[in-house]
């Protein structure tokens, strides 16, 4: 019979010890009384096929023999890999291989059967899916993770953690790296070189941690380009730890969380705390869905980077240090409306912390949930390739990068380059999009486009037209956009109603249909609950009767298909009254993929309250039907300003008409 893990430690303890009790071993290991008896078993058995001396157990007492050979023995036995050996194996396996992996690759890596392979293979699909990856298999790349870099690589620093409360975990590196301790030995040394520049120390065990998730960091082999939150994110970690560890700066942004947020000498955290934060993480999650009528599909990936945030947030706090303010303009252009729905949603983290959270601290939320809601997995198949060249710094020319990529999808882009970095890699690529004027030489080893620093969204059409015909012989049947019409107007004209003039010219571009926004736009409050939306009700017969009413309106406009209604019910029924808001007010919601056909909201009033279950009393239903994560976004934010304001919720509540209810609506409809 053959060692594994388990009876390994055993092992250590035994020669560590010169005589112990079941009691002792099951208080010094994390493995129950039944589970050492049989180990206890496999050890006798291994001894005495390889003629060593058996252990000498007489009554409660368990002793090693003092034999050299067992610890030479023991130094060189074969182990059998358990099953979370097996699932980290495959792990460190498929992340830093650049090989096609099958199903034969992991049999000969953990040598066993093809179905304990499987049984292994469907565990780390389980416990990445859980994590929020993606393990899959495909003809063409084999088995491989999907999913967004940063989680990727806390993923893998959770694995890193797992290893390291193993007794094997050297022989489970060897497996997937070879010649690896003199490596690990001046990664150790880089982190506390590091340490010393900082002025702090590691405690010894998460220093380890950080050693091994450098060693392997660094051979990752699937990170994917890097979207403008992610961007924004890396270049605002410390610049003294990119500066030290520039080898590694796909992993910068999680090795900011884990240097910040780790243990160190006369500071390390409570587990307490710890656990109170991931809490308080979860709640604040939970809130934010339920402020902007989205589901957060891989809760726990998130809360991992928001717990993770969240220490560096408390020591900036405590010790009066402010986060770098360089994300401030970006957040409050691209993201204010989320940035008002996290702002809201971190009251658990406040109440739990003591503390008011700082407004750039909320904007880093922001950031975060933001790269979560807008993560993107592709992969591209063999298409042209393009590079991007800008001199203005590393920043503007990673969200040139970014622009070019989603007016492109066609084409794979390298990463950004400079001028003097052009020769060398112009001879890889098929269209070199530059900021400046390039030699003619390098035109002629390629098609060279010049673009604006950052182009507008008119910009962004024209160059798509240009590059369609240039390249494709393709005109752009790109539309007209709202945005691109009023950009013009205001370079020539003072526009003083933006909101009406919009919605002039959504009619003259688009007279056969609704004013519906275009992709990606966000309407206002009252573009959304209009006259027919809204009903004044003296009462009805219970809670489940008045959603059915609420949404009589979206039904009867073919916003929403009739299961919407039953599936809003069920939701109720099997997780509680999670869409009551607040005393008196509730928002009624469901996925869109349970019968959702456009954006709409209707609004019921009741005179007499319903009664949902746990006793919460309901007047006022605010029926949300959402296309995507991001569109109703403004107008639930705006309904928010609206209910947090007791004046004006009065009103409402105590409107005779329609009219008066939607002049109070309109208050809040207004542009930013």
């Known amino acids: 019979m053959l060692l594994n893990e388990k009876s390994k430690r055993i092992f250590q303890v035994l020669m560590h010890e010169n005589n112990v009790t079941l009691q002792l071993l099951t208080v010094m290991l994390p493995y129950s009384k039944r589970t050492i008896e049989y180990e206890l078993e496999r050890i006798q058995e291994w001894l005495r096929g390889n003629d060593l001396p058996p252990l000498v157990i007489e009554k409660t007492s368990i002793q090693l023999r003092d034999d050299p050979r067992i610890v030479e023995q023991i130094e060189r036995a074969d182990l059998v890999f358990s099953e979370e050996e097996r699932e980290l194996l495959i792990v460190f396996y498929t992340l830093t291989s650049r090989d096609f992996l099958s199903a034969v690759h992991y049999q000969q890596l953990l040598d066993v059967s093809k179905f304990t392979v499987q049984e292994s293979l469907n565990a780390v699909k389980k416990s990445a899916a859980h994590f929020g990856l993606d393990f899959a298999y ?121 240097v910040k947020s780790g243990p160190k000498v006369e500071e390390e955290m409570e587990a307490e705390v710890q656990q109170n934060l991931a809490a308080a993480m979860m709640e604040v999650i939970e809130r934010f869905e339920t402020l902007s009528c989205t589901f957060i599909i891989e809760r726990e990936a998130l809360c991992e980077k928001l717990v993770l945030h969240s220490k560096a947030t408390m020591q900036r706090v405590y010790t009066g240090l402010e986060a770098p303010r360089e994300l401030e303009r970006y957040v409050m252009k691209e993201h204010q409306v989320l940035n008002v729905l996290v702002e809201r949603s971190l009251d658990p983290f406040r109440q739990r912390f003591g503390k008011d959270v700082p407004k750039i601290e909320v904007m880093y939320y922001t950031l975060h949930f933001a790269a979560h809601l807008h993560r993107q997995g592709q992969h591209l198949d063999e298409k042209m390739k393009a590079v991007v060249v800008c001199p203005s710094g ?54 060279v486009m010049l673009v604006p620093t950052l182009p507008t969204r008119i910009e962004q059409v024209a160059l798509k037209q240009e590059v369609g015909q240039r390249f494709f012989n393709r005109i752009s049947d790109e539309p007209i956009q709202v945005e691109d019409v009023m950009d013009i107007v205001k370079k020539y004209a003072n526009v003083t109603n933006e909101r009406q003039l919009k919605q002039a010219l959504r009619m003259l571009l688009n007279p056969n249909k609704h004013l ?104 006022l239903f605010f029926v949300l039907a959402a296309i995507d994560q991001t569109t109703h976004l403004k107008a639930l934010a705006q309904l928010t300003e609206l209910l947090s304001n007791g004046p004006d919720l009065t009103e409402v509540m105590h409107a005779e008409s329609i009219e008066q209810m939607l002049q109070v609506i309109t208050k809040y409809s207004e542009e930013e």
């Open 138 to 258: 495909t003809r063409r790349l084999g088995y491989h993770f999907n999913g967004h870099p940063q989680t990727l690589a806390l993923y893998m620093y959770r694995a890193v953690e797992r290893m390291m409360e193993l007794s094997t975990k050297e022989r489970l590196v060897s497996a997937v790296i070879a010649e690896w301790r003199d490596e690990l030995g001046r990664l150790q040394e880089q982190i506390e070189s590091y340490e010393q520049m900082r002025q702090f120390q590691f405690v010894e065990s998460h220093r380890e941690k950080l050693a091994y998730f450098l060693l392997i960091g660094q051979r990752l082999s699937s990170i994917e380009p890097l979207d403008e939150e992610d961007v924004i994110l890396a270049e605002n970690t410390d610049e003294s730890l990119r500066q030290h560890f520039n080898q590694v700066p796909h992993l910068w942004v999680t090795l900011d969380m884990l």
């Open 394 to 447: 590393v920043s503007v020319s990673h969200m040139l990068d970014h622009i070019l990529k989603n007016q492109f999808p066609e084409f794979i882009f390298l990463p950004p380059i400079s001028q003097r970095d052009v020769e060398r890699f112009v001879p890889l690529v098929d269209i070199v999009f530059t900021t400046v004027p390039l030699p003619r030489e390098i035109q002629r080893l390629a098609h």
């Open 516 to 619: 519906m926004r275009s992709e990606g736009e966000q309407p206002v409050l009252n573009e959304l609950i209009t006259h027919d939306q809204v009903q004044l009700l003296e009462r009805v017969d219970d809670w489940k009767q008045a959603i059915r009413v609420a949404a009589q309106p979206l039904e009867t406009n073919g916003s929403i298909e009739a299961r919407y209604v039953e599936t809003m019910i069920e939701n109720v029924e099997q997780h509680g009254p999670y869409v009551v808001l607040m005393p008196d007010v509730a928002i009624p919601h469901a996925r869109p993929e349970d019968g959702v056909r456009q954006l709409g909201m209707s609004v019921l009033k009741l005179e007499e309250p319903v009664v949902f279950p746990s006793d919460k009393s309901v007047r």
